[in-house]
């Protein structure tokens, strides 16, 4: 009998060194808002997204490519940049055949992360493009690591809940000895019918609410929205 790939959720960068990844199938999560962004634009007709750790280097790329610019501090556009990080800010109408050049707290930081520590292959997930993450993991035959972007390295629900959605989906094709996917995976399945209300008590939905970002917060937990799959290549993000 074939033994079965492995599954682990790393529940905050700080753990991410703690794990094997050199080959494995790191899927970043960063629910509220980079990963749901990032799928968003893509399935909108992006023609790639460009992530990246600093600010300066998101003005300079940007201005290089022609591209547009985008990322948030504490919720708010960083002076320099043209664009947010809401979802709801790249309609088809204006981000298809373009290129975005996408600088976040959490999401972009381990992105990178994985890159150093060699993960074989980079993929972006998030609830709009659950289904197109699903898929990918099982037809992959790979180890996995799902890893949450958390908090500024503190733990989160949002990015849980997501890796917890994935597990009740894909469980019987993994080996799961690992307590935080059990975690996730339990947490999921007692709120996965309470998810608009659950959501409301998390600490990234206070900071975002205040914003007004309700709306952006509701659609990054739902489901199959943006339904692609983002795929690090050469330093893009494409869809697959």
Known sequence: MLQKPALHTVLSPKLLSLY????????????FRATSTIATALYNGASRIIPVAEVQQCIEIGKKLGGITAGERDGKVIEGLSHGNSPAEYPRSFIQGKTLVLTTTNGTKLLHMALNNGASEIITGSFPNLSAV???????????ILGCSAWKDRFNLEDSLFAGAV???IQ???????????MA?????AQKDNM???IRKTTHWHRLATYGLEKDLEYCVTPDQ????????????VAK
Do not use: M, W
């Open 196 to 198: 608009a209300n659950f």
């Open 185 to 189: 995976s339990e947490l999921y399945l």
């Open 134 to 144: 699903c898929d990918h993991l099982v037809a992959s035959k790979k180890n996995v």
């Open 20 to 31: 094997d990844i050199s080959n494995s199938v790191v899927v970043i999560i960063d629910v």
């Open 172 to 182: 019987e094709h993994f080996t799961i000895h690992c307590d935080s996917s059990l």
């Open 167 to 169: 597990i009740q989906r």
């Open 226 to 237: 943006a339904n692609i799959l983002p795929i690090y290549r050469n330093g893009d993000l």
